[in-house]
């Protein structure tokens, strides 16, 4: 149930940002939301920063970029707690002082567990607030590997061959690694099945690396991964809108490591981007289909950014989709948008609209 008083016009709308949170990807979320904020500094926004530690306390703060990229803001002596209750009647954030500041829409800018996984999404419906990301249930279900493949063998997307292993299976380890090897040729990745950023993720060419990597998978999640390597170039392609998509232009990864780990990411200045991807014409308007049709068979809504890789005769191959793809300086969610005709600001404020436009059609 939407507060109807949301959905009024003010001459400033309130929009909540939320950062940080619960999770192994606090260091991103921090980085991506400082790239935010810069996009939604504009005369018609009122921009309230809700910060989650790494403990999950909420604080409403003033902190600038600098001090959420560097971690210190949770040290700043002015910042409030504060909370969106699951209570539409609130109709915003209320702080432990009692204030409440009525909201207009949230952005939530929290990747990985205990943010894009659907709990945000969940509590945001619950407190009637509209959001920028996808509902709880696209949003629980994009996040669970394993979970996003079914739907996505239902309908018709080609991926690579896999197994799922729960941890509690390690426990008879050799039996384990035995069925692995009759299932899938080596090299393989193993992945946690709920974790981004490419967190806990190893590239497997023999049995001592297969048994390393399913240890570390398990310590990040309880459900595990298990995948053919796919040869081809790691394209990715923006997503924008809600019932008719857009799909950005595909963008292509070269990773200085020997796949796009967290430190190929974030870390490692040699790897490259090339935006548009170096494919054909044809390969291209494939891979922007394939985009659609994952986005819409997961009914995402809002912005997903969907990644492939696409074999030498040029076939697509769907890997991985993610609901609230990363905003940092090098991610590619943004600049494929850009490249797509869609700077940054125009991109917040027509992913603000769609949010406000679902809430509206939701009363």
């Given at each position: 149930?939407i507060?109807?008083?949301?959905?009024?016009?003010?001459?400033?709308?309130?929009?909540?940002?939320?950062?940080g949170?619960?999770?192994?990807?606090?260091?991103?979320?921090?980085?991506?939301?400082?790239?935010?904020?810069?996009?939604?500094?504009?005369?018609?926004?009122?921009?309230?920063?809700?910060?989650?530690?790494?403990?999950?306390?909420?604080?409403?703060?003033?902190?600038?970029?600098?001090?959420?990229?560097?971690?210190?803001?949770?040290?700043?002596?002015?910042?409030?707690?504060?909370?969106?209750?699951?209570?539409?009647?609130?109709?915003?954030?209320?702080?432990?002082?009692?204030?409440?500041?009525?909201?207009?829409?949230?952005?939530?800018?929290?990747?990985?567990?205990?943010?894009?996984?659907?709990?945000?999404?969940?509590?945001?419906?619950l407190?009637?607030?509209?959001?920028?990301?996808?509902?709880?249930?696209?949003?629980?279900?994009?996040?669970?590997?394993?979970?996003?493949?079914?739907?996505?063998?239902?309908?018709?997307?080609?991926?690579?061959?896999?197994?799922?292993?729960?941890?509690?299976?390690?426990?008879?380890?050799?039996?384990?690694?035995e069925?692995?090897?009759?299932?899938?040729?080596?090299?393989?990745?193993?992945?946690?099945?709920?974790?981004?950023?490419?967190?806990?993720?190893?590239?497997?060419?023999?049995?001592?690396?297969?048994?390393?990597?399913?240890?570390?998978?398990?310590?990040?999640?309880?459900?595990?991964?298990?995948?053919e390597t796919?040869?081809?170039?790691?394209?990715?392609?923006?997503?924008?809108?809600?019932?008719?998509?857009?799909?950005?232009?595909?963008?292509?990864?070269?990773?200085?490591?020997?796949?796009?780990?967290?430190?190929?990411?974030?870390?490692?200045?040699?790897?490259?981007l090339?935006?548009?991807?170096?494919?054909?014409?044809?390969?291209?308007?494939?891979?922007?289909?394939?985009?659609?049709?994952?986005?819409?068979?997961?009914?995402?809504?809002?912005?997903?950014?969907?990644?492939?890789?696409?074999?030498?005769?040029?076939?697509?191959?769907?890997?991985?989709?993610?609901?609230?793809?990363?905003?940092?300086?090098?991610?590619?969610?943004?600049?494929?948008?850009?490249?797509?005709?869609?700077?940054?600001?125009?991109?917040?404020?027509?992913?603000i609209?769609?949010?406000?436009?679902?809430?509206?059609?939701?009363?």
């Amino acid at each position: 149930m939407i507060n109807k008083s949301i959905l009024r016009r003010r001459a400033k709308m309130n929009i909540a940002v939320l950062f940080g949170g619960k999770s192994s990807e606090y260091e991103v979320s921090c980085s991506s939301v400082c790239n935010v904020l810069h996009l939604l500094e504009d005369e018609k926004y009122t921009v309230h920063k809700i910060g989650i530690t790494r403990e999950g306390a909420w604080m409403l703060t003033r902190a600038g970029a600098e001090e959420i990229r560097s971690g210190s803001w949770e040290r700043r002596e002015d910042n409030t707690a504060a909370w969106i209750l699951p209570d539409p009647s609130v109709g915003g954030l209320r702080t432990a002082a009692g204030q409440v500041i009525p909201l207009d829409c949230a952005v939530p800018v929290l990747h990985g567990k205990n943010g894009e996984d659907g709990s945000i999404a969940a509590l945001l419906q619950l407190a009637g607030i509209p959001q920028v990301t996808t509902s709880m249930t696209s949003a629980a279900n994009s996040m669970d590997k394993a979970l996003t493949k079914l739907i996505c063998r239902e309908a018709g997307i080609l991926q690579a061959k896999w197994k799922m292993v729960y941890s509690r299976a390690l426990s008879d380890l050799d039996r384990v690694v035995e069925d692995l090897e009759q299932a899938l040729p080596y090299p393989v990745f193993v992945k946690p099945a709920s974790a981004g950023s490419s967190v806990g993720i190893s590239k497997c060419a023999c049995r001592d690396q297969l048994v390393k990597g399913l240890r570390l998978a398990a310590q990040h999640d309880f459900k595990i991964i298990v995948e053919e390597t796919v040869i081809g170039q790691e394209v990715e392609v923006a997503v924008l809108g809600d019932e008719e998509p857009f799909a950005s232009v595909p963008g292509e990864i070269v990773p200085a490591a020997e796949f796009y780990d967290y430190d190929a990411k974030y870390h490692d200045a040699a790897s490259r981007l090339f935006i548009p991807a170096r494919l054909e014409a044809h390969t291209a308007q494939r891979l922007q289909a394939a985009a659609v049709a994952v986005f819409k068979a997961m009914e995402c809504s809002g912005l997903a950014r969907v990644d492939f890789f696409v074999r030498p005769d040029g076939e697509p191959v769907f890997n991985e989709l993610n609901t609230i793809p990363g905003f940092t300086d090098i991610s590619m969610y943004p600049k494929l948008m850009e490249a797509s005709g869609i700077p940054g600001e125009a991109l917040m404020e027509r992913l603000i609209a769609l949010a406000r436009a679902r809430a509206f059609s939701e009363r």
